[in-house]
């Protein structure tokens, strides 16, 4: 996101939000993150929202805000620091496909093994075959893309 700065004479001045995050990341010591940064225009002011470990401790706010300003005061910014506590490893939740956090999942998941011990392999072939093509059927019927795909279809009889 880009976010408006300050009106001059030579026109508007924009930053980029993600620019601002970067620099206030490299200046933050490990196991800290900049969740987001809000920028105050009118009065010069940056407002850093800093996430961090509830585990490690809480960091030292006047610290931070001293080492931010000295990177970005040469841009004419006054910079205040806002502590985030972290939920939990991000790192750990990150790593699992967001399939498997998904209750649609789960559901077919469980109901296709019910499935399978109750019909067996020729029955579950039957349940999915009619209910693909009746999935289909309402698909050609009900759905906008569906009519167009019929009616193109029936225009290729007609030439």
């Keep these: 996101m880009i976010l408006f700065w ?3 004479p030579l026109g508007r001045l924009w930053i980029d939000e993600s620019i601002l995050k970067e620099q206030v990341d490299s ?5 800290m993150a900049c969740s987001s940064v809000q920028l105050f225009g009118d009065r010069d ?6 996430s961090f470990s509830p585990e490690k401790g809480t960091p030292d706010t006047e610290n931070l805000r001293a080492v931010l300003s000295g990177k970005l005061s040469c841009l004419g910014l006054k910079t205040t620091v806002s502590l985030v506590a972290a939920e939990g490893d991000t790192a750990a939740e990150n790593n699992n496909h967001p399939l498997l956090k ?3 999942f789960w559901g077919l998941a469980l109901g296709m093994l019910v499935a399978v011990i109750n019909l067996g392999l020729s029955g579950l072939f ?3 075959f009619f209910g693909f093509g009746a999935y289909g ?3 050609l019927f009900l759905t906008p893309a569906g009519r167009n795909r019929l009616a193109s279809f029936l225009d290729s009889f007609e030439e």
């Design 6 to 8: 300050k009106s001059g």
């Design 27 to 31: 200046c933050l010591p490990e196991g």
């Design 45 to 50: 002011l940056l407002n850093v929202y800093v």
């Design 102 to 104: 998904s209750p649609v």
């Design 126 to 128: 039957w349940v999915l």
């Design 137 to 139: 059927i309402a698909w």
